[in-house]
């Protein structure tokens, strides 16, 4: 099936057309530097997930995000940034919202020592919010966003540079995590250009294939790496296994699936790459200290519950 068949209102292609539209994982200009093909912001469907580093400046309205979890109002003029393979979704707005959405490959924080902390962070499972705006971020975010859709390739390395030079200001001038933790933590060092190069392979290759089964010869091999070297430098640079990764990408797709379709707990624990229903259970649970069922049971009520309080009719999101 065409991949194009599915591509969404905000310019991402889902990364497995073959399982639906609602599947989380999405590709965004093949993980490059790109900008949100539009500025008005509308509710998801469900969760998604992509491999950039997201950036949003909020230019009117509010927008409240669901967030691994945890729910998060950014109002006009705030500026924040997350790890995309976090699952997110945008569930209520004001009337008229608008951002701009910028996407910036983790390759390009993953050797700056100079980001380290916000780096952590990010790769911590945080969301960023910059505590110091300047009266011409608005702008200067919207003159980002045109470059980078105009596709002048002279242009998009200027504006490559000055990206990353505002991420040095908000780790300079002081930032902090609107969510209460993380989950994943992340010991990062300086590494050099090409084990970032291997470590970024090895985060989009799980992403993309963590549904099948793979083992760490496999993660290595799309690396061109020797397995032991590959499980060395991945687990030094991320603070987790490989293997660990790939069944964590596996809950963030349950997760999802769990919140944005009907399908049975049997067929989501398969469709998220699980081989057998108990060994699903017992990963679910050791992360989130809940049984799948409950754990829908709970966000559905949650989701109705919104809807009677604002307008007191059920309307399912």
Known sequence: MDSKQYFWLDGAIPAHPELGP??????????????????RVRKMVGPHMHSQIEINFVLEGQMTYWFDGREL?????????FWGMSPHQVTDLEEGT??????????AILGMANLSSLREAIFRGAVIEALSIRPYD???????????????????????????????RIEKDGWRDLREQGEVLVNLRQWDIERTHHIEQMLRFISE????????????KATGLHPNYAMSVFKRAMGATINQAIVRHRLDTAQSLLISTDLSIVEIAFESGFGSLSSFYEAFHKRFQEKPKQFRKKMRSKNINKSLSRNGKIHFM
């Open 98 to 107: 608008t951002f701009v959405c910028l996407y910036v490959p983790m390759s």
């Open 209 to 220: 294939n963590a549904l099948r089964k793979i083992t760490v010869d496999d993660v290595a």
């Open 73 to 81: 109002t950014i109002s006009a003029g705030r500026l924040c940034l």
């Open 138 to 168: 608005r702008e200067i975010f919207q003159g980002w966003r045109d470059e980078l859709l105009a596709g002048d390739a002279n242009i998009e390395d200027i504006t490559r540079s000055e990206l990353i030079a505002r991420l040095k």
């Open 22 to 39: 609602t599947h989380p994982l999405v590709i965004f200009d093949d993980h490059r530097f790109c900008a949100g093909a539009t500025t």
